[in-house]
């Protein structure tokens, strides 16, 4: 394995060795692992909880640990990959995420699992910017788009089929076969990777910005805790306000820092292309919409609905079905139209989604929602593929990985911000509106009887006393469930707010170039 993964750049060609597709193959498989894994432990959270004696705080970290691990290094691979290779770094995260997924099937132990799925966390982020750097070596330019597309594919169904994969593993087999499912893929990713993928890395850098990544690291676990936390501390709380200051100081000091450093981890002139710093906002605002969205409709499902998991998932069915479909045709309109025109239409019809799914009830069928996730497809395709085309195209391809990275940093803290800022404004509405509900079915509650109730109700569950009478019973879930309702509506809302923000943004795009352009000042 040392002597495959440290091969010379030059050595003679296999068959097959640099083919774009086959590189597309496997880079696509990697990906697949990190996005699917995201998505299928909700699923099995609930009977992790039983198995190994849990609590709700440790299942929380269960998904947290793995996504600040995940937010917080992705910028920092990106860069060993232009320094050491990206091909190499692909499969040292491959190898790492297969091996950290077996050994957390094997696992009894809580804390063990929480620290492995951090270190998962690790060898994810150093999958993803490598996978955008080898595309972009591979393809050129006239077929970039529609690779990243089909990687967007990759990466849309994967995501949104998680929860049909994790519901029929865990109903099925056991929460441990939702990780161990992650190690055939693995082998093939890493056996495809190894013959397939040629090298790619920049020449021209020779050193880690080490005070760099510290600084960064430092700045992005603060911003990024203080989004996990602040929906348990409060917004106002000393302890999220003291993270996010601690952000904003370490944020300025990297920056300081980068304008000084002879070898930066992340150049400021990469921000002097209005593209990059337009597509990096674009990230952030979609992965806020979707994620953010995404989150409260699986309560939706579950707690007012009373849906198996597996069936939630199946009600998103049309969006991944939507993905496979609209994500190729998303890179063939960007080759055709170019960034401008696909993403603005992309996120307005993400808003029109949104305002469709503002407007469900108690009783929403299948087709009630179906209509807006095929939708929602569509409108998340073109930004997910052109934004990522317009932050990677617009950079000098020695710093793909950096650019590559500093995507899907976006991406983690736009879907982090989505889910606690959505999420303090919906149990904000369900306070103000709970009380109305509760009278209008003649159920007297005081203040702090609501404030006890409020965040039950805000994740789609019903507190209904213990040995409440049925009548009891019937008034207290339909007062909770509209006051959900109301929350959910509210939420989505904003929702279409941000998707229209991004559609202006989206304006001011311009397509981005597989050759460097100009220079970017690297020292």
Known sequence: MTQALAA?????????????????????????????????????????????????SDLQWVTSGYLLALAVFLITAGK????????????????????????????????????????????GALLQPAALALLRAAFPAERLNMAIGIWGAAIGVSSAGGPIVGGL???????????????????VALIVGLWVVKESKAESLSKVDVPGV??????????????????????????????????????????????????????????????????????VLMAFSMFGAMFFLTFYFQGVHG????????????????????????????????????????????????????RLGLEA???????????????????????????????????SG???????????????????????????????????HLADVKIPATGPQIDAMKDAVALGIAPVPPGAPKPVVDAVTQAAHLSFLDGMHFGFGVSVAVAVLAAVLALFVKAGRKTDGAAVHVG
């Open 8 to 56: 010379r750049p030059d050595a003679p060609a296999r068959r097959g060795h640099g083919h774009p597709w086959l590189t597309l193959l496997s880079v696509a498989l990697g990906v697949i692992m990190v996005m699917l894994d995201g998505t299928v432990v909700a699923i099995a959270n609930p009977v992790i909880g039983r198995d190994l004696g849990a609590s709700l």
């Open 80 to 123: 060993l990959g232009d320094l050491f290779g990206h091909k190499r770094v692909f499969l040292v995260g491959i190898a790492g995420f297969a091996l950290t997924s077996l050994a957390i099937g094997l696992t009894s132990s809580i804390g063990v699992l929480i620290a492995l799925r951090v270190l998962q966390g690790l060898f």
């Open 169 to 187: 593993l865990v109903e099925n087999v056991s929460w441990q076969s939702v990780f161990f499912i992650n190690v055939p893929v693995g082998i």
């Open 214 to 283: 510290v600084l960064l690291s430092g700045a992005m676990f603060c911003l990024v805790w203080a989004i996990i936390k602040a929906p348990g501390y409060g917004w106002g709380d000393s302890r999220t306000i003291a993270f996010v200051a601690g952000a904003i100081v370490l944020g300025a000091a990297f920056i300081f820092w980068q304008g000084r450093a002879k070898e930066p981890l992340l150049p400021l002139s990469l921000f002097h292309n209005a593209s990059v710093s337009i597509g990096t906002a674009l990230m």
């Open 307 to 358: 849906l198996s998991p597996l069936e939630s998932g199946m009600r998103m069915l049309p969006m991944s079905a939507g993905m496979i479909v609209a994500s190729p045709l998303a890179g063939f309109a960007l080759s055709r139209f170019g960034p401008r025109v696909p993403i603005a239409v992309g996120m307005l019809i993400t808003a029109c989604s949104m305002f469709l799914l503002s």
């Open 365 to 399: 069928g299948y087709i009630d929602t179906a209509i807006p996730f095929a939708l929602l497809a569509f409108g998340l395709s073109p930004v997910m593929v052109g934004a990522t085309e317009v932050i990677v195209g617009n950079s000098p391809e020695d710093l």
């Open 402 to 436: 950096v650019a590559g990275g500093m995507q899907q940093s976006a991406m983690q803290v736009g879907g982090s911000l989505g889910t606690a800022v959505l999420g303090a404004l919906i149990t904000a509405k369900v306070a103000d509106v709970l009380p109305g």
